[in-house]
């Protein structure tokens, strides 16, 4: 049996990342925006990344009536009292960038001497007739005061993860599928996901 799954989400950088993720999967397939779908900006107006994630793919299971994965994210920085939070992708204002958003998080962050950080992932996975599951992952970092590597996508330049010395702007890409927020959220779908698709509609 083969099992399409669209993938909720407006982001390039998720998209490609979900897209290495699910290469495991050889019984599923994953289809996004870049097949030609389209599908509305959801509003993500909770407090909460679980609920977000799960408005997103609700609504969105609805309308391509497929089922489909959904990831509400963000970092959660301590010294900001866990700004930007659920607010990270709206950080600068309405028509924020990754540029933007990294400017910001760099002024309110110039004087600080507590650097810790945390990006969190919440994914969702729904059926067109509402059923959904969602798990949440997180990794830990620390927020550099500039820039370092090009490679990922949003705050990644500047989160820099001890274990590895390198921010995820500098680490493999694979590598950090095995070990982000994202990452670590899909292994716990991971051991549901089988049952959930099977259970069909
Ligand atoms: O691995 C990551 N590496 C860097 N930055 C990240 C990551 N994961 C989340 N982030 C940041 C980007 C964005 O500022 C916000 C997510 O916001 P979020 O609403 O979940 O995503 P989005 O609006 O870009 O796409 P969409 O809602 O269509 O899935 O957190
Ligand atoms: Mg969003």
Excluded at 60 to 80: C, H, N, T
């Amino acid at each position: 049996m083969k099992y399409k799954i669209f993938l909720a989400t407006k982001n390039r950088g998720k998209i490609d990342e979900f897209k290495d993720i699910f290469k495991k999967y050889n019984n599923i397939e994953l289809l996004s925006m870049l097949d030609g779908y389209e599908f509305h900006d959801v509003i993500e107006d909770k407090e909460t990344f679980e609920e977000n994630s799960q408005k997103k793919a609700l609504e969105i299971a609805k309308v391509v009536k497929m089922f489909v994965i959904s990831d509400d994210s963000g970092l959660e920085v301590k010294a900001l009292d866990g700004r930007p939070g659920v607010y990270s992708a709206r950080y600068s204002g309405e028509n924020a960038t990754d540029e933007t958003n990294n400017k910001k998080l760099l002024k309110e962050m110039k004087d600080k001497t507590e650097r810790e950080g945390k990006y969190i992932s919440a994914i969702t996975i729904a059926s067109p007739s509402g059923k959904y599951r969602t798990y949440v992952g997180e990794i830990k970092g620390k927020i550099l005061d500039k820039e370092v590597g090009n490679k990922g996508f949003g705050y990644d330049p500047l989160f820099y993860v001890e274990e590895y010395k390198k921010t995820f702007g500098e680490l493999d890409e694979k590598l950090k599928n095995n070990i982000s927020h994202r990452a670590n959220a899909m292994k716990k779908l991971d051991k549901e996901i089988l049952e959930f698709l099977k259970a069909g509609e």
